[in-house]
């Protein structure tokens, strides 16, 4: 099993920015595709972005491409969200997830029901 420490949320003014990461217990973190998620009071949890095994495809929702930086340090069993330009719909708890790959280099999840694994959430507020 695959467990998921988030950190690094905060209260940011728009157009900040704040690093987040996530910390992945040891062990099977190299064969799982990693996503973040993000979810506002009273909405649906949404894709944030998605990077696969190897870390060299990384993937984005179009509400955050440009502005948002997905990385993953499999020696470390990390990965990171870099955000800037925060606006204050960018406010919401951040969720680390992760999605079994079946070994695929290529796969890279987009869904919440791709994601086996979740981290307890980070909170990001931006303020205008």
């Known amino acids: 099993q695959l467990q998921l420490v988030e950190s690094g949320g905060g209260l940011v003014q728009a157009g900040g920015s704040l690093k987040l990461s996530c910390a992945a217990s040891?062990?099977?973190?190299?064969?799982?595709?990693m996503g973040w998620f993000r979810q506002a009071p009273g909405k649906q949890r949404e894709f944030v972005a998605s990077?696969?095994?190897?870390?060299?495809?990384?993937y984005y929702s179009a509400l955050v491409k440009g502005r948002f930086t997905i990385s993953r340090d499999n020696a470390r069993n990390m990965v990171y969200l870099e955000t800037s330009s925060l606006k204050p719909e960018d406010t919401g708890i951040y969720y680390c997830?992760?999605?079994?790959?079946?070994?695929?280099?290529?796969?890279?999840?987009?869904?919440?029901?791709?994601?086996?694994?979740w981290g307890q959430g980070t909170q990001v507020t931006v303020s205008s």
């Open positions: 040891a062990g099977t973190f190299g064969s799982y595709a």
């Open positions: 990077i696969n095994l190897s870390g060299n495809r990384p």
């Open positions: 997830a992760a999605a079994p790959t079946g070994g695929s280099d290529y796969y890279i999840g987009r869904s919440v029901h791709e994601h086996e694994y």
